[in-house]
């Protein structure tokens, strides 16, 4: 056993990615039963949403589970750059016929908590990662209090040095090609980030708690190529995406397995904070990084409708289509059998 599966308590060096939005327990649950350590992202769940999940994960398998959340710092509302959005969206509104004045701002995402961390508290999760670094001292203390393990993502050495010395136990080192929203925390500017088999040796040297390579990889050459520049483990997202336990969209599954997944980029215009995904029209015709855009999570609000009209006439038109830079392992297999197939071949370094 290596230092990654001693520490999570897994059969196998694999960290199913939480993946807010796009599944739910039952992906934890199949990958937690094959041997991995399966996620369930909590960023966008209400407390009673959050609740009926644990106890679903606590049914469905007695093997260890990651419990992941955003802890972000709240934004402070802005009228202006909400105006300005607006304005940026009003064309878009005007096209699909909808009232822009209808739309209520506010944020649809909350950071981790105390009421969150009492939830908890009731089911002890063994795992429990975070993204855009670490919540407050006394909620790590209170997480690690049952002996939880915790996680959180660097993007660079310097994130990574950060959350080594404010109590990660392990560090995800999040390359540039990954999906999803970049985890950064100490650093707004995109030109920080690099890609993952740059970052991953680096981040290995600068800490002494075990890394786990994130981004881009979706087959059992990139799990082996990421262990060999000495990560202990892996976070894999995107190939999940098409399994029949994840809850992505069919607008989201098809464009995974077209030509367009080979063209994503990071934008702010879904959220406010950049993130990974396949370029689409919206990315295309405000520019991916939009200056109006409201603090993360507040461009949400007003790009909802819009994502919502546009599904319904079946485009993605406006729809986060969340994606890495390495969309070809993606297959509508069950998570038990690309869990497996992504860890082929690890020998001497499986249990
Ligand atoms: C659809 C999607 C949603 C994501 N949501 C989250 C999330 O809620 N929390 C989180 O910590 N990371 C999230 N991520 C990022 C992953 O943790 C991870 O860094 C990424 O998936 C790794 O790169 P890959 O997608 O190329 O495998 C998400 C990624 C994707 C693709």
Request: glycine share 10%; aromatic share 6%; proline share 6%.
């Amino acid at each position: 056993m290596n230092p990654l599966q001693t520490l999570l308590g897994t059969e196998l060096p694999l960290i199913q990615a939480p993946m807010a939005g796009v599944q739910g327990s039952a992906l934890a649950i199949a990958v937690s039963n094959a041997g991995g350590l399966g996620s369930l992202p909590a960023a966008m769940l209400t407390p009673d949403a959050l609740r009926s999940e644990l106890q679903a994960l606590r049914a469905g398998t007695t093997r260890a589970f990651n419990v992941n959340f955003f802890c972000h710092t709240p934004p402070v509302p802005d009228a202006a750059r909400e105006a300005a959005w607006r304005a940026a969206l009003a064309p878009f509104y005007a096209e699909a016929g909808l009232d822009i004045d209808a739309v209520p701002a506010g944020a649809s995402r909350v950071p981790f908590g105390a009421e969150a961390a009492e939830l908890l508290a009731e089911f002890r999760p063994a795992v429990v990662s975070f993204h855009f670094g670490l919540p407050a001292s006394e909620l790590v203390q209170r997480v690690k209090s049952w002996g939880a393990r915790v996680l959180s993502s660097a993007t660079t050495v310097e994130e990574a040095r950060w959350l080594e010395a404010h109590g990660a136990d392990a560090i995800i080192a999040q390359g540039l090609e990954a999906g999803g929203h970049r985890g950064m925390f100490l650093t707004d500017d995109v030109t920080t980030q690099v890609g993952t088999f740059a970052l991953v040796p680096q981040i290995v040297r600068a800490v002494d708690v075990p890394v786990i390579a994130a981004g881009g990889i979706a087959d059992a050459a990139g799990v082996a190529a990421a262990m060999a520049l000495g990560a202990a483990g892996v976070q894999v997202g995107t190939a999940y995406l098409l399994c029949p336990e994840a809850t992505t969209s069919p607008i989201h599954r098809v464009a995974l397995q077209s030509d367009a997944a080979r063209h994503t980029a990071l934008t702010n215009v879904f959220t406010g904070r950049p993130a990974r995904g396949i370029v689409n029209r919206v990315m295309r015709e405000l520019g991916v990084m939009s200056a109006a855009a409201p603090a993360f999570p507040l461009a949400t609000a007003a790009m909802a409708p819009l994502r919502a009209h546009g599904e319904q006439q079946g485009n993605g038109d406006f729809s986060p289509l969340w994606s890495g830079q390495n969309a070809c392992g993606c297959r509508a297999v069950g998570a038990a059998e690309l869990t497996r197939a992504l860890t082929q071949g690890l020998g001497g370094q499986v249990a």
